[in-house]
């Protein structure tokens, strides 16, 4: 719980509910989390429109939206703009802004126009500047099931990196596929962690037939081979 001069701001925890909302959006209303039952779902916000970090931002994200919807992923953005000012925005990124070889982005996802802070405040999304409430850079990640499954905030002069995005999203699809957690630095095709033992007799079994891809490096921490592919 966040308690300002304002209001207590309430932010959810993993593993809780994705908080439920209608919302008017550059791609149409939807109706959260509904309208995305049974895919993995990246809910973000940036503090404002025509602002750098989160015009590089918003780029980086339309350039890789088929590489997150070919892992059953879709992208939603927020910020407390109009949807005036969201569409004013994104077609000015269309049409006039190029950076790191991407140019002509055109945004394909739906940016949530949140004037009164409903959604926001409901997702925890928020931050002081001075005397007024901003949106902050916050990343939701939500499950099939619409479950929280991560958040992450960056300080807003900080841009996110969507490569890790999409390699945290992979790890969670791979955990929740079979069972299994991946280890610091993991990257796709490298070795998992299997569950670790919960009796001494596992442990014995585990430590004794060691095989079919899988090593120890003490009876508590075993890991299974990946293939490179």
């Not at 993995?40 to 916000?45: C, K």
């Not at 590489?67 to 939603?76: A, G, Q």
């Not at 002081?128 to 002069?157: C, H």
Request: proline share 6%.
């Amino acid at each position: 719980m966040v308690e300002t001069e304002y209001e207590k701001i309430y932010i959810p925890l993993i593993g809780e509910g994705a908080p439920s909302f209608e919302a008017v959006t550059t791609q149409g209303p939807i109706n959260f989390p509904e309208d995305y039952k049974g895919k993995w779902v990246i809910l973000f916000s940036h503090p404002a429109d025509f602002t750098p970090v989160c015009t590089t931002e918003f780029m980086t994200f339309a350039s890789m939206q088929e590489e997150f919807k070919e892992m059953n992923t879709e992208l939603i953005g927020i910020s407390i703009d109009s949807i005036f000012s969201h569409i004013a925005w994104l077609k000015r990124i269309e049409e006039k802004i190029e950076y790191k070889g991407m140019k002509n982005v055109k945004v394909g996802f739906p940016v949530i126009a949140d004037l009164k802070m409903d959604v926001a405040k409901k997702y925890g999304m928020v931050q002081l500047k001075g005397s007024r409430i901003q949106t902050a850079r916050a990343t939701f990640v939500i499950d099939p099931e619409s479950k929280i499954r991560a958040m992450i905030y960056y300080p807003v002069p900080n841009g996110r990196n969507m490569q890790e995005f999409k390699r945290l999203i992979t790890a969670m699809q791979k955990n929740y596929a079979e069972g299994v957690s991946t280890p610091a630095n993991w990257q796709p095709g490298d070795d998992v962690i299997i569950r670790p033992p919960r009796s001494m007799k596992e442990v014995e079994e585990r430590l004794e037939e060691a095989d079919d891809g899988v090593y120890c490096l003490d009876w508590f921490i075993c890991l299974k081979k990946q293939s490179k592919k």
